[in-house]
Nanobody
Framework: QVQLVESGGGLVQSGGSLRLSCAAS????????MDWYRQAPGKDRELVAH???????NYADSVKGRFIISRDNAKNTVYLQMNSLKPEDTAVYYC??????????????WGRGTQVTVSS
């Protein structure tokens, strides 16, 4: 069994910062990519930031220069540092990891999400 658990969400004023964490645990052999997605009410889920096992990153245009994704491979944890937050960043943020479990099967796992609310 594999679990992804997000933490760090909350309510913050516009211009503020939050740091999200997502820890993967369970029967994990190795993790390839780790991503952050978000879904605002009435909108589709969108990719926010991506990091691969080598540390290469990609960001949605809407968060470039404000968000930073990083990972600690020893802890199977990915982080999202969110700065200069805007009301339009309000959403549920989900962690996604593409990993190989003890059965040597590669598959994608999702966390349950953490709410981020930015007030104006």
């Amino acid at each position: 069994q594999v679990q992804l658990v997000e933490s760090g969400g909350g309510l913050v004023q516009s211009g503020g910062s939050l740091r999200l964490s997502c820890a993967a645990s369970g029967n994990i052999l190795s993790i390839n990519t780790m991503d952050w997605y978000r879904q605002a009410p009435g909108k589709d889920r969108e990719l926010v930031a991506h990091i691969n096992s080598g540390g290469s990153t990609n960001y949605a245009d809407s968060v470039k220069g404000r968000f930073i994704i990083s990972r600690d491979n020893a802890k199977n944890t990915v982080y999202l540092q969110m700065n200069s937050l805007k009301p339009e960043d309000t959403a549920v943020y989900y962690c996604n990891a593409y990993l190989r479990d003890l059965q040597a099967v590669w598959r994608a796992y999702w966390g349950r999400g953490t709410q981020v609310t930015v007030s104006s």
